[in-house]
């Protein structure tokens, strides 16, 4: 399984980006995709997921602000980003989830891309 993520890059605080992750080689059940992010110097956390029947939630940062959607046909996933903030800064991964049909889970995560809020 590959996750490649685009999107990413440098914006001014009040601006917007938008993330993309399309999934390939997918040979499994897929149970939700989800965006994290790892700020410098701090841990990886939860910016929001998807499930596949369409529901979601957020990190309590970025409600209001992020949107993040699926395309169940293509295997993607997207994160609209409006607002920005520097506390938004931070390397985000993709990640996906699922299990097959003998219930072994998988999960893999994309390399990263940087995101970038500054003026």
């Known amino acids: 399984v590959q996750l490649l993520e685009s999107g990413g890059g440098l914006a001014q605080p009040g601006g917007s980006l938008r993330l993309s992750c399309a999934a390939s080689?997918?040979?499994?059940?897929?149970?939700?995709m989800a965006w994290y992010r790892r700020p410098p110097g701090k841990q990886r956390e939860l910016v929001a997921e998807?499930?596949?029947?369409?529901?979601?939630r957020y990190a309590d940062s970025v409600k209001g602000r992020f949107t993040i959607s699926r395309d169940v046909a293509r295997t993607t996933v997207s994160l609209q980003m409006n607002r920005l903030i520097a506390g938004d800064t931070a390397v985000y991964y993709c990640h996906i989830e699922g299990e097959d049909s003998w219930e072994i889970e998988y999960e893999y995560w994309g390399q990263g891309t940087q995101v970038t809020v500054s003026s």
């Open positions: 080689g997918v040979n499994f059940v897929v149970d939700s």
């Open positions: 998807i499930s596949w029947g369409g529901s979601t």
